[in-house]
């Protein structure tokens, strides 16, 4: 662990490797958007639930990004997956900034980020889905 409450990986028990992404459910108001992300170098600590975090954004005119925490699914997994949602509402209007949820109606696009910070190349690269 590192100094005031930032945590580095313990001396990378696994090599880097590039992580996925991978977001399901119906884009539609009012279902959840499930995100997944597996990324085995963001398992931080071996006793503890880890986090990381994604990026939603959407096509429409002044909706906020939403910042998704997503947890680690399993203490004992070789390959360590994140899990959250995201609700859908329906609005012609943005939303407020994090405020939990998306405001959607049709045509609207939306954009999940990662920011993979250790891939197999040495440096970072977002990963996207739309």
Known sequence: NGEGGTRYPVAFRKHAEDAVLNVSGEIRAGQLLHITVADNDRDLDLDVVDTVQVQVSSSKLHESVEIVTLYETSLTSEYPTFTGQ?????????????????????????????????????????????
């Open 86 to 130: 995201l609700i859908t509402k329906p609005a012609r209007v943005a939303g407020g900034p994090s405020d939990g949820c998306i405001n959607v109606v049709p045509n609207d696009l939306l954009v999940v980020r990662y920011l993979d910070v250790a891939t197999r190349s040495g440096s970072a690269r977002s990963v996207s889905s739309t």
